[in-house]
């Protein structure tokens, strides 16, 4: 008699993605009366304002979805040309070494030549790679690495950074500027799940024909990108010069606790987040657990939509907290659901729940540190500022890799522990931020 062993393979139920859908629809179209009342499509002060923020948006996408097409797609294709898991861990730290000691400092390129030009230069860094890759089958890790790291650094930083310039410019009220903030993370995160659906779509069941299909389009993208870059943003020119610079950043960067503060909270957000995108899938299948992993990418993801929608409701709405409070709870939160996937072994359904958490409240992170950011860094600051506030994340994310990857000298839970600690770290630095800024915030839009 033959014995039968059944595969249970769990995926997650399908209701849940409908919950985040439903949940996210319900939370804009209720959004607070303080806010749709300043909606960014509705009472628009001009035409050149409603072209902008559609052309930005539209833009944002693009850009999104390129660096998505990576993040879903990048290991799965190295995979597929059987490069080895020490490859692997080369491709990383060769990443963070280029973020860390180049891309550093390119937000302060971008406060000294304009936006414009950086953003250039990420279309064509993602141009270079599809080429390349189109051409030869798969780029060499090195290159690869290095191109692809430089684009994620400038994504951080500079498509934010010309927002609120442009805003600034065009005089648009601050809350046109914090709407923007939670519709970035909100498209972006809605463009990595279409990233996925896309790529899937591309490659198909052809996995030898077909899996250069997302080089090719990330090519016709970047390629309508540029044009569009090229002719149709209309930047001043950038009269300020380095000596300058250098004297303003560290009067008004350098020299002000309160930046230092914001920006420890950033790099341990940024680190928090590297953390999990290292770790979630490991952790998940641990213990040979079979789980469809396609299928927890976007739950998590629907979490974070969710998370951004209720930044109004915390900032103008009826559950309206002061940034740097909300920044602590949130904060804490994120610390207290790491610390128990680090220390405690759950269910599936249990992680799943945890990651959700954890990315609802990302969702709400990011438009809040940008907001505040607003608050205590002028404009012509912002990119080498944000670029800078990263360093941290990226040098401690490259001394995990090699101790981990090569030594074995670290376990996952010892790093999810590690992130835990950053973000209980950033409850305290929001929490001196408040008491610091009991001050009227600085208002860089008005000076």
């Known amino acids: 008699m033959g014995v039968i062993v059944e595969s249970n393979v769990w995926e997650p139920n399908p209701a849940l993605c ?55 797609f990048g290991e799965y294709d190295l995979a597929f040309h059987g490069i080895s898991r020490e490859q692997m861990v080369i491709s990383l730290c060769i990443g ?12 302060m390129l971008s406060d000294l030549i304009g936006q414009r030009k950086i953003s250039l230069l990420f279309y064509l860094l993602h141009l270079f790679v599809a080429i390349w890759r189109r051409v030869t089958g798969h780029p060499s890790i090195w290159l690869a690495s290095i191109c692809l790291s430089l684009a994620s650094t400038i994504f951080f930083f500079n498509f934010e950074t010309w927002m609120v310039v442009e805003h600034d410019k065009l005089e648009q009220r601050q809350d046109s500027v914090n709407d923007m903030f939670w519709l970035m993370t909100f498209v972006e995160s809605a ?10 779509w591309l490659i198909g069941g052809h996995e030898k024909t077909s899996l250069l299909a997302p080089s090719s389009a990330v090519v016709i993208m970047a390629l309508s990108a540029l044009a569009y870059v090229s002719r149709g943003w209309k930047e001043d020119p950038k009269s300020i ?26 790099a ?28 927890v990418y976007p739950c998590v993801l629907g979490a974070k939509m969710l998370g951004s929608t209720a930044f109004s409701w915390f900032s103008s709405g009826p559950l309206s907290l002061r940034t740097e409070e909300c920044l602590v709870y949130a904060c804490i939160i994120m610390g207290f659901v790491t610390s128990v996937v680090a220390f405690d072994y759950q269910d599936v359904e249990i992680l799943l729940m945890l990651f ?3 990315h609802a409240c990302v969702g709400l992170v990011l438009p809040s540190l940008a907001r505040l950011r607003t608050m205590y860094v002028p404009n012509d600051l912002r990119g080498g500022m944000m670029s800078l506030s990263i360093a941290p994340s990226n040098a401690l994310m490259l001394f995990i890799l090699i101790q981990r990857g090569f030594y074995q000298n670290i376990e996952n839970s010892t790093i999810i522990a590690m992130a835990a600690l950053g973000l209980f770290s950033a409850a305290g630095c929001m929490y001196m931020l408040k008491r610091l800024g009991k001050q009227p915030h600085q208002n860089w839009h008005k000076l």
């Open 18 to 72: 409908l919950f985040f859908f439903i949940s996210c629809c319900l939370s804009i179209y209720y959004l607070p009366n303080s806010t749709r009342s300043s909606a960014i499509f509705d009472h628009a002060p001009s035409s050149s304002f409603i072209r902008f923020q559609r052309s930005f948006l539209l833009l944002y996408s693009l850009s999104s979805v390129m660096e998505g097409l990576l993040a879903v």
């Open 96 to 107: 963070y070494t280029t973020a860390l000691f180049v891309g550093t400092f390119l937000g």
């Open 191 to 200: 463009t990595f799940i279409g990233s996925q659906v896309v790529g899937n």
């Open 241 to 266: 010069l380095l000596k300058d610079y250098q004297t303003k950043f560290r009067t008004y960067i350098l020299s002000d606790k309160r930046v230092w503060l914001l920006s420890w909270t950033q």
């Open 268 to 295: 341990t957000i940024h680190f928090s987040i590297a953390v999990f995108w290292i770790t979630w899938a490991p952790t998940i299948v641990a213990d040979g657990r079979e789980v469809l992993l396609g299928l």
């Open 356 to 358: 959700c958490i954890f």
